[in-house]
């Protein structure tokens, strides 16, 4: 599991918790907690809590492994398999403003939200961060990405994921990446604080 190079300021002792559920049947399973930062990204936390209040995120699938970056997903109920159709996306709710500029950098075990090329085109997909990405930071000649959370327990099951079976998917992830086989599902996301 890798280590932040920085570490980002604290969320308030109340912040908001979600707890993924997330399992593939053959090792992963098990809880993931993320602690949210509404201070640093208000719109951000609360378009993620929307999703999961709403039970959007039940039977969603990590699409997305790129074993030394992400793990993303957020986008697409399961099942999938690597070179079938790709299933449409789950109808989302419109996207919102990026808030990149908050303070929060993409270390290591923080969340933070997918987007197109485009600044404001965030929606339900995240990721969870597995090296120190700050070249995804904003920076002075681009924006970045919106930082939201951190992982603050379940370390031990976000490591049978990055290490599950995945298979390479040419013209629907990029070089390097994978898609997780059996696709790790999660099968409940709740506010639990």
């Known amino acids: 599991m890798c280590t932040p190079t920085n570490v980002n300021p604290a969320p308030a002792a109340n912040a908001p918790q979600v707890t993924l559920t997330l399992s593939n049947g053959v090792g992963v399973s098990g809880d993931v907690v993320l602690t949210l930062d509404p201070a640093r990204a208000p719109l951000t936390v609360a378009n993620f809590l929307t999703y999961v209040n ?17 793990l993303q997903g957020g986008g697409y109920a399961g099942p999938m398999t690597a070179g079938g159709v790709v ?5 989302t709710n419109a996207p919102i403003t990026l808030e990149d500029n908050g303070g929060l950098s993409n270390q290591c075990l923080t969340v933070a939200m997918a987007r197109t090329n485009a600044p404001d085109s965030a929606n339900s997909q995240f990721y969870l961060n597995l090296n120190n990405n700050t070249f995804l930071d904003r920076t002075p000649q681009a ?25 390479a998917w040419a013209g629907f992830l990029g070089a390097g990446e994978c898609l997780p086989s059996p696709n790790i599902t999660v099968t409940r996301a709740r506010q639990t604080r």
């Open 54 to 70: 709403a039970g959007f995120y039940d039977g969603t699938v990590f699409h997305r492994h790129a074993p030394t970056f992400v």
């Open 87 to 91: 299933p449409p996306l789950k109808a």
């Open 143 to 167: 924006r970045g990405y919106a930082v939201f959370g951190s992982v603050t327990s379940g370390n031990a099951v976000l490591t049978a994921a990055i290490n599950a079976p995945c298979t």
